[in-house]
């Protein structure tokens, strides 16, 4: 018997939002829908997206769920955080902040929350006409869990934004290796190849912070944070995007707001969303701080 929360059991047993929203061709108005997992694999969730196109703003969700308890309460949790935002703040919501508003999933059922993420993401990529395969983590990579078709980029991906350590977290999160299990010793090489890439990225605000030799955590003046963000920019995310052709240029620093000018191929890219929240602003909160918001003026 898994141990839910009782806000679990309550979205569960009492869904506000489950079903379809019709796209009856409402002036300003339109409608999209993500899909992620698959009934073979035993979750499946479409959400469906109503968008007010002049603000982006959600004003409608539905979902419909196949799957446990905790899939459909992460479903329903998913539609009551979202609902009233805009796209690109929707956008930042995580799986961690599905299931900390479920006040917890068990270990095991956190591919739940992971899963509404995703089903997010691929609305979002549908309503913005990005094609579904410019930024699915499973096009890219290697294919490392065949039972489940899980990559190494969305197994590392995993693992980063929520700090897991184990094969069996992965597990939890996001399926792989919980067939047949022959992919886990794949999985412990990569968690092992982000850990040593964490130990072996200095943090440069320690490096700025640091006084004849002494370690003093204190924030960043304005002035440090724009050369911390400057140097990631150049050593960590220029380079990946000017093998591909593209390249990115810092503009302004308001606050937390980044303000950067894609070029190349990454301007005129379908995909350029991806390439600012993944390549650029993840990079950015974990090397700078945890609040920057990349913007493309
Ligand atoms: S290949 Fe990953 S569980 Fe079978």
Redesign the pocket.
């Known amino acids: 018997m898994w141990d839910y929360t009782d806000k679990v059991l309550e979205l569960f047993y009492n869904p506000q939002h489950q079903g379809v929203i019709e796209d009856k061709g409402e002036p300003g108005i339109k409608v999209a829908v993500g899909d992620v997992g698959s009934i073979a694999c035993g979750d499946a969730l479409r959400l469906h997206l109503k968008v007010e196109e002049n603000t982006e703003k959600i004003i409608d969700a539905r979902f419909q769920t196949f799957g446990c308890t905790s899939a459909i309460a992460s479903s329903e949790a998913l539609v009551e955080l979202i609902k009233g935002k805009t796209l690109d703040e929707a956008l930042k919501v995580t799986n961690k902040e599905i299931a900390n508003y479920l006040g917890g999933l068990p270990e095991a059922k956190m591919h739940c929350s992971v899963m509404g993420q995703e089903a997010l993401e691929a609305a979002i990529y549908n309503y913005r006409g990005i094609p579904l395969d410019t930024h699915e983590d499973d096009d890219e990579g290697v294919l490392v ?4 078709g899980i990559s190494d980029a969305k197994i590392k991906r995993v693992i980063i934004e929520n700090n897991l350590t184990t094969a069996e977290e992965v597990t939890n999160y996001v399926k ?8 886990l010793a794949s999985i412990d090489d990569i968690i092992a190849s982000v850990q040593k890439e964490k130990a072996s990225a200095t943090p440069v605000s320690n490096s700025l912070n640091q006084t004849n030799g002494k370690s003093a955590v204190k924030p960043l003046t304005p002035v440090q944070k724009i050369a911390l963000i400057q140097k990631v920019l150049d050593e960590e995310v220029r380079p990946v995007l000017i093998a591909d052709g593209g390249d990115v240029e810092l503009f302004d620093v308001e606050g937390d707001r980044v303000k950067v000018i894609l070029q190349g191929a990454c301007g005129s890219c379908s995909s350029s969303t991806a390439t600012l929240k993944i390549a650029i602003e993840s990079r950015l909160r974990d090397r700078v701080s945890k609040d920057l918001v990349v913007e493309a003026v």
């Open positions: 869990c065949t039972c489940f792989a290796g919980g067939g047949c299990g022959s992919c």
